[in-house]
């Protein structure tokens, strides 16, 4: 298995653009949670969908931010408008829902400028 | 924090001598589990101990759980340079199933 895919890797945009992270889980896997990764707040969790459903969004900072998961496969995290603040690591990480382990994938650095 | 710490923050040694950090949280929990972060990658899930277990080995890896004091240790002997990343300790947020509070994490440098 290839593990959690994310895309893109590095993202550098300006303010108030639209950004839109990409996020594979592995396969069969039916939990899906959004992290972010920064120096001052270290990881937070964002938002987590159970068969492909958002459970809690809790964690999701403001409006702007808003996540999908339209199939098993696939998940996006979009930001709009995106300000210089949500420059962060953020990652992507897939569980089965029985088991506590969670599995990472490899994180989009996001630079807003 | 409210929820909890690790400690050292950072910790450097020589090769080949053991690495202890230590976390204290601060809610009830049934399970705690570590997880190591090399430097630009995603996190990886070491060891996983649940509360009526006092201590559990995996490889060079030892962890302890003591649920009276609230605090755990993961105890990395014979440390190799490939050990250096940050180690995080991750225990559940109350009243959820599989949503978890991640530590501050312990930078390990091991110098070769």
Known sequence: DAGVIQSPRHE???MGQEVTLRCKPISGHNSLFWYRQTMMRGLELL?????????DD???????FSAKMPNASF??????????????????????????????????????? | SQQGEEDPQALSIQEGENATM????KTSINNL???????GRGLVHLILIRSNEREKHSGRLRVTLDTSK???SLLITA???????????????PNTGNQFYFGTGTSLTVIP
Not at chain 1, 47 to 55: A, E, G, M
Not at chain 1, 79 to 107: K, M, N
């Open chain 1, 47 to 55: 938002i987590y969908f159970n068969n492909n459903v958002p459970i």
């Open chain 2, 70 to 72: 609230k605090s755990s």
């Open chain 2, 33 to 39: 589990q570590w997880y190591r972060q090399n430097s």
């Open chain 2, 79 to 93: 440390s190799r340079a490939a050990d250096t990343a940050s180690y995080f300790c991750v225990w559940p947020l």
């Open chain 1, 58 to 64: 809790s964690g999701m900072p403001e409006d702007r």
């Open chain 2, 22 to 25: 230590n976390c204290s949280y």
């Open chain 1, 75 to 113: 998940s996006t995290l979009k930001i709009q408008p995106s300000e210089p603040r949500d420059s962060a690591v953020y990652f992507c990480a897939s569980s089965l829902a029985t088991q506590l382990e969670q599995f990472f994938g490899p994180g989009t650095r996001l630079t807003v400028l």
């Open chain 1, 12 to 14: 550098v945009t300006e």
